[in-house]
Each structure stands twice: as structure tokens, then as C-alpha cells.
């Protein structure tokens, strides 16, 4: 059964609505049907989006750096199984991945050289990475009205419809400076999982990378539509309703959001910068250095691939690095220099 159809179904069973945020879970991890749940191509140039695991494996072997001192690593949603890829091999390596679809084509491409787990491990030791996870997470959609705090929902017929917020959302909401005509987003979601990962951290440090900002450019008086946008062959627009369960569709992350959760659970946050000054501070110049310049063919991608994660025009400002933890004593190398902490 299609997407849509299942969504159909679902918005009249419910009475005629369902949250944005069920939307954006059906649309994208109902097994079966939802976009990362399904069997499209996905990642890379023939796909819809590329990570920056995808672009090569600059990326990830400037963040092995910053992983050495960690005895085994869980990944979080291992898309292709690009990073895991480049990380694996010396150290324990698990991966958590909802997708059952994901999860085969990661296993087929890494074998033995990582343990799939169906959950998070009861106390887990080490580091936890989640690379353009949380942007995938469902959000709950917030339009601030004349007529107060509305939830955006979705109704028959997949059109947007609203019914005024209650409890737990209303609650967040009302904490916002935003006044209104507004949309946004908020990802309850996202602070849950933040909570449960600090609670399982027994020692060790959760790496979020993936674009997003602090609430106050956030929920900044431009930003009046919100950030919500969806991806289909490198093209991005902002409709959710064109093709569920074929496209992409994210939300930026509310980095504040994230470390306050992960505060409330007992963890520390050990450092938030952008991924530019992460991978500098984790010494991708080095790494870079290990390259053959004498050789163009060889040195020209690799050039192009070290543009792309660090220009601020790319990946380099917009993508962000938050780490928490508990009983990481050690200041975390990717944070020695232009730690933002203090924006949160
Ligand atoms: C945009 S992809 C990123 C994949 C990969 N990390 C990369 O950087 O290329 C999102 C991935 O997260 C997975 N995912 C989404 N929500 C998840 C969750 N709550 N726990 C674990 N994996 C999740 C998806 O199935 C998919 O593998």
C-alpha cells in the first residue's frame, strides 16, 4: 500500500486529523511504506540528498580522531553504512538503524565489522554518533495566530488544518519568543530521544551532527514559515504533501532544545561548534596532509570534498556539532577552539 493511501486511512480513522509529527512518521519510517522504511535509492548522486559520510572519507576519518579514545562506538540511523564504513573495524562498532531496509543494505556492505542492535542498550559506554538523524525525527508544526497557539495538523485529503494546542506542545510553545503571524516547528521527538540516550550513557559522550542553530536564530522573526523542507533528486522545496513516502522531509534542529533535554537527564554538554571548526579542532588539515598532492587526479576530489564540509557557503557553518555526556573528563578535541556552549 502506497504512502498516501496509508495516510488516507489513517487521518479518517483518526476522525478527520492527525498531528503534523504522525504525518511525518508515517511519510517516513512506517515499515513498509515510509520513505526510509521503503526500498528508494536515497543517498548519494543518484539519489535525493548526499550526507557528508556520502561525499568520501574525509569526513569520517577526521571524526575517528576525535573517537580514539573511546572504546566501542554505537551509530545511530547508518543511512548506506558510508560512515560505519571508514569507522568500523578497530573498535567494537553497533548500529541502531529503524529502517529494516537500511539495516539489510548496511549489512550486506559491512558484514561482520558491526553488531545491528533492535534497541539502545540498557547502559551503553562509549560514544553514541547520530549524523543527519535528528533532522529526520518527526516535528510537531506550532502556528502562533491572533486568535492564540494553534497545532498544525493535517486533514483529509492531505491539507494543512488547524485546532488550537494543547499540553505538552502548548506548554513548549508558549516558552517561544514568537509572536505572531508564525509557523514552526518543534520536535518533541527529538527531546525525548536526547533524554533516553543521556539516561543510557553510563560513560561517554552522544555526538549530534546536523544543521540546525540555537533557539534564538531559530525561532528568529525571519524564520515566520518555519524551516520544515523536503528533498526529491537534490531538489528541495517545501510542500510535505507532494510525495509522502517518496521524498525526503526535514526539519532544522533546535539545538537549545537538545542540550537543555539533555540536561534535564543528568548530562553535561561537552561542546557545540560549527562542523567547519569541529573538523579543523579535530585536525583535518592533517588528514588532508596525508593525501598525494603530487597527484591531481588523486588530491582534486579530495580537495573538493574538504571545500564542501568546511565552507561556510556548504555544509561548513549551517551544519552544527552539539556533544553531551556523562563522566568524560577529557576536553573532546573537536572542541579546543570557538566552543559556542555559551549560544545554547
Ligand atoms: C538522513 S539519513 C542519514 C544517514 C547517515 N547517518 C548519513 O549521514 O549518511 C537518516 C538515517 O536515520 C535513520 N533514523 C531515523 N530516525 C532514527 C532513530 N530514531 N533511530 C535510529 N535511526 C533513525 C534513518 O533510517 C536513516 O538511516
Not at 561482520?112 to 562509549?126: A, D, S
Not at 523536503?230 to 528541495?236: D, L, M, N, P, T
Request: aromatic share 8%.
Amino acid at each position: 500500500m502506497p504512502a498516501r493511501q496509508r495516510i488516507v486511512e489513517e487521518i479518517a480513522a483518526a476522525g478527520g486529523w492527525i498531528s503534523f509529527a504522525r504525518y511525518m512518521q508515517l511519510a517516513l519510517h512506517e515499515p513498509g511504506v515510509g520513505y526510509y522504511a521503503s526500498g528508494a535509492r536515497k543517498f548519494g548522486p543518484a539519489g535525493d540528498f548526499v550526507t557528508a559520510p556520502e561525499l568520501g572519507s574525509l569526513f569520517g576519518r577526521t571524526l575517528a580522531r576525535q573517537l580514539g579514545d573511546f572504546e566501542r562506538v554505537l551509530e545511530l540511523g547508518a543511512g548506506s553504512g558510508s560512515l560505519a564504513e571508514v569507522l568500523s573495524g578497530e573498535r567494537e562498532y553497533l548500529i541502531l538503524e529503524t529502517s529494516a531496509e537500511l539495516a539489510h543494505r548496511q549489512r550486506e556492505r559491512l558484514g561482520p565489522r558491526v553488531r545491528h542492535v533492535q534497541q539502545l542498550p540498557k547502559r551503553f559506554r562509549g560514544a553514541v554518533i547520530a549524523n543527519e538523524v535528528v533532522d529526520a525525527m518527526p516535528v510537531h508544526l506550532v502556528h502562533w495566530t491572533g486568535r492564540g497557539i494553534m497545532e498544525r495538523g493535517v486533514g483529509p485529503g492531505l491539507a494543512w488544518a488547524d485546532r488550537p494546542a494543547a499540553g505538552e506542545l502548548l506548554a513548549a510553545a508558549q516558552r517561544l519568543p514568537a509572536s505572531a503571524p508564525y509557523v514552526s516547528e518543534i520536535g518533541l521527538a527529538a527531546r525525548a530521544w536526547m533524554r533516553t540516550i543521556v539516561e543510557t550513557l553510563e560513560q561517554g559522550a552522544l555526538f549530534v551532527i546536523d544543521y540546525g542553530f540555537p533557539r534564538h536564530e531559530y525561532y528568529h522573526a525571519q524564520r515566520s514559515t518555519g524551516t520544515l523542507m523536503c528533498h526529491h533528486r537534490h531538489q528541495a522545496h517545501a510542500d510535505p504533501f507532494a510525495r509522502p513516502g517518496e521524498e525526503d522531509i526535514t526539519a532544522h534542529v533546535d539545538f537549545s532544545a537538545l542540550a537543555e533535554a539533555a540536561r534535564a537527564a543528568g548530562g553535561e554538554i561537552l561542546g557545540y561548534t560549527s562542523q567547519a571548526q569541529f573538523l579543523v579542532n579535530c585536525g583535518i588539515t592533517d588528514v588532508l596532509g596525508e593525501a598525494n598532492v603530487e597527484n591531481a587526479l588523486h588530491y582534486a576530489p579530495i580537495a573538493a570534498e574538504a571545500q564542501k564540509l568546511l565552507s561556510p557557503a556548504e555544509m561548513g557553518e549551517l551544519f552544527k556539532v552539539l556533544a553531551v555526556g556523562r563522566g568524560v573528563t577529557a576536553p573532546l578535541a573537536g572542541f579546543s577552539r570557538g566552543d559556542r556552549s555559551a549560544s545554547l
